[in-house]
């Protein structure tokens, strides 16, 4: 059974940063893309960035351009995301997940990703 595991979150100051990793279990896990989604309390889950392996395109959600970065690795099925000036508003769990099944045509949707992590918190202060 194939899993994604994030690691990285933690509690920290407004405008510091952070560094979330994620690893597939396995690897023979073949992916097309990997992405990060996160979910604040009350609130619906929302798209945070995606890279395409095959053509290392990235995409951002609006709130986060500027200040987050996405990289990875897909040999490894590692991706990361770099957090730079964090905002109270960051706040929330964050999940790493995997197309498995092609190449991201919307990157924002979670209807393009097939695997889902656990996820890990980040927490904001002011």
């Known amino acids: 059974q194939e899993q994604l595991v994030e690691s990285g979150g933690g509690l920290v100051q407004a405008g510091d940063s952070l560094r979330l990793s994620c690893e597939a279990s396995?690897?023979?896990?073949?992916?097309?893309?990997m992405g990060w989604f996160r979910r604040a309390p009350g609130k619906d889950r929302e798209f945070v960035a995606a890279?395409?392996?095959?053509?290392?395109?990235?995409y951002y959600a609006d709130s986060v351009k500027g200040r987050f970065t996405i990289s990875g690795d897909n040999a490894k099925n590692t991706v990361y995301l770099q957090m730079n000036d964090l905002k109270p508003e960051d706040t929330a769990a964050y999940y790493c997940t995997a197309a498995t099944d092609g190449g991201l045509t919307y990157a924002d949707s979670v209807y393009e990703y097939d695997y889902w992590g656990q996820g890990t918190q980040v927490t904001v202060s002011s």
């Open positions: 890279i395409n392996w095959y053509d290392r395109k990235t």
């Open positions: 396995e690897r023979t896990f073949v992916t097309w893309a």
